[in-house]
């Protein structure tokens, strides 16, 4: 689920380097042992998500406190953080951790057990709910799964997916979401692979429509009180959805 920078609401390949105070504004890759930091700010950007809250929000945990939901939102937040961090590609701004995006590249799946286990998404089996774990398990992650490779057919496992994109409430309007963006998008048009997303809100359409993604379809999640609607977006490289052969932009990798 991607989200810009202006709304509350809506997973290593490469090597890493240390935390510089000279860097904080330029967009690097996490590591392991900053799994944590990163996860503090997704749950906050995503602390009112709709998605979110439909693990959370079931008849089965009407007696649980918001305090009770906040830990899990919290623990759902960290594993699918650890499991990018992983298997894909999480990228960092600010200087502390003020915006994070989450990206499975080329070739890359967080589908595995062993990243499942290592990650600590296992827990959720025995943390959710009846009813959380069969929309988490059953229901949401089956669609997203199917969803993208309807959409995307042979270049399913052959593009860049931005899973999530989330940024604190006190560094939104700073341009950080627009440099994680083109951070990878730059390098999808020197690849020639498009990339997609699905957004949690609609008033985020607007805005990833800028950097060059198109809306094609909505899905729902519907096992809650009323069907929950998820935006599908596929931006195409550059060079093929302008038709131009001009020369392809560079980035430094970090």
């Known amino acids: ?17 240390s935390v510089s105070v000279d860097s904080t504004d ?13 996860s503090e700010c997704l749950w906050d950007a995503f602390a009112v998500d709709e998605v979110m809250r439909y693990f959370l929000d079931t008849d089965d945990m009407a007696t649980c406190s918001e305090d009770q939901k906040w830990k ?29 995006a989450l990206w ?3 070739g ?20 959710l709910s009846t009813e959380g774990k069969k929309r988490f398990f059953n229901e949401f992650a089956p669609l997203l ?15 860049y997916y931005l ?10 309007g700073k341009g950080y979401a627009r440099k994680l963006i083109e951070h990878m998008t730059v390098r999808a048009d020197e690849e020639g692979k498009a990339t997609y997303l699905e957004s949690s809100s609609e008033l985020n359409l607007s805005y990833y429509k800028k950097f060059g993604f ?24 550059k060079s093929i959805a302008s038709g131009s052969k001009g020369a392809s932009a560079k980035i430094r990798m970090l």
């Open 214 to 237: 198109d809306h094609t379809m909505d899905i729902q999640l519907e096992r809650g009180p009323k069907p929950l609607k998820l935006h599908i977006m596929i931006r195409e490289p």
């Open 104 to 106: 499975l590249p080329p």
């Open 26 to 38: 330029e967009v690097r890759v996490l590591n392991m042992s900053e799994c944590e930091k990163a």
């Open 145 to 159: 799964h199917d969803t993208k490779h309807d959409v995307l057919g042979e270049r399913d496992n052959d593009s």
């Open 72 to 100: 899990l939102h919290c623990n759902i937040v960290r594993y699918l953080t650890a499991a990018h961090i992983q298997k894909g590609i999480a990228t960092v701004i600010g200087p502390d951790y003020d915006a994070v």
């Open 163 to 172: 899973v999530w994109l989330g940024s604190k409430p006190s560094s939104r």
């Open 108 to 127: 890359t799946n967080t589908d595995d057990w062993l990243t499942f286990f290592r990650s600590g998404l296992w827990r959720l089996y025995y943390q």
């Open 1 to 17: 689920m991607a989200q810009n920078n202006n709304h509350n609401g809506s997973m290593v390949l490469e090597k890493k380097r």
